[in-house]
T-cell receptor, first 117, second 117 residues
Framework: AQKITQTQPGMFVQEKEAVTLDCTYD???????LFWYKQPSSGEMIFLIY??????QNATEGRYSLNFQKARKSANLVISASQLGDSAMYFC??????????????FGKGTSLLVTP | EAQVTQNPRYLITVTGKKLTVTCSQN?????MSWYRQDPGLGLRQIYY???????DKGDVPEGYKVSRKEKRNFPLILESPSPNQTSLYFC????????????????FGQGTRLTVV
């Protein structure tokens, strides 16, 4: 079964507007971590933001914030004030289980974001 | 500068010719792993290592080998490459921390685009 679901294959947003990229996850483990990565056309994977399952507050990093709704098992990425350089593929990922074994990241299939002038 | 370095960035090879993709990190991370990225399939883990001389299979290990003789290096070896191993490969490293603790994010190398003909 898919552990991470990103339902939006592609999104458009106008420059300076905010955009929300959806991510839902599936786990029965009480301990897990949620990540967002950005992959520009050059191919590298850039870490954006992290949310632990026990974190009480939503994570924020500059223009990025993670809307963590634990009961709904969703971890949406919000990008405020979009910039042209935000155009990229965005991946949601989850790590679950014991932190001292496995430690694999399960990735969603990604959302392609295009920021228009 | 903290980084994960993969080499080569691009490689075209022929079926059956052994090759090694190197990965090195300068952050003293315990955990290192290899992923492959294929269109429509996202990123899938090949092998991982929790520390020196400790390696284990990920989701798609067939046709690959790894070694971890030093903490900083984690090479990926394809003994007899086949066309179905044509893919974009990523090495990643991170500290080993309980979920919820800081420093849990994985840092990725620049990627190696491999074509096997």
């Amino acid at each position: 079964a898919q552990k991470i679901t990103q339902t939006q294959p592609g999104m458009f947003v106008q420059e300076k507007e905010a955009v929300t990229l959806d991510c839902t996850y599936d786990t029965s483990d009480p301990s897990y971590g949620l990540f967002w990565y950005k992959q520009p056309s050059s191919g590298e994977m850039i870490f954006l933001i992290y949310q632990g399952s026990y974190d009480q507050q939503n994570a924020t990093e500059g223009r990025y914030s993670l809307n963590f709704q634990k009961a709904r098992k969703s971890a949406n990425l919000v990008i405020s004030a979009s910039q042209l350089g935000d155009s990229a593929m965005y991946f949601c990922a989850m790590r679950e289980g014991r932190w001292d074994s496995g430690y694999a990241l399960n990735f969603g299939k990604g959302t392609s974001l295009l920021v228009t002038p | 500068e903290a980084q994960v370095t993969q080499n080569p960035r691009y490689l075209i090879t022929v079926t059956g010719k052994k090759l090694t993709v190197t990965c090195s990190q300068n952050m003293n991370h315990e955990y290192m792993s290899w992923y492959r990225q294929d269109p429509g399939l996202g990123l899938r883990q090949i092998y991982y290592s929790m520390n020196v001389e400790v390696t284990d299979k990920g989701d798609v290990p067939e046709g690959y080998k790894v070694s971890r003789k030093e903490k900083r290096n984690f090479p990926l070896i394809l003994e007899s490459p086949s066309p179905n191993q044509t893919s974009l490969y990523f090495c990643a490293s991170s500290m080993v921390r309980p979920d919820g603790a800081s420093g849990a994010e994985a840092f990725f190398g620049q990627g190696t685009r491999l074509t096997v003909v």
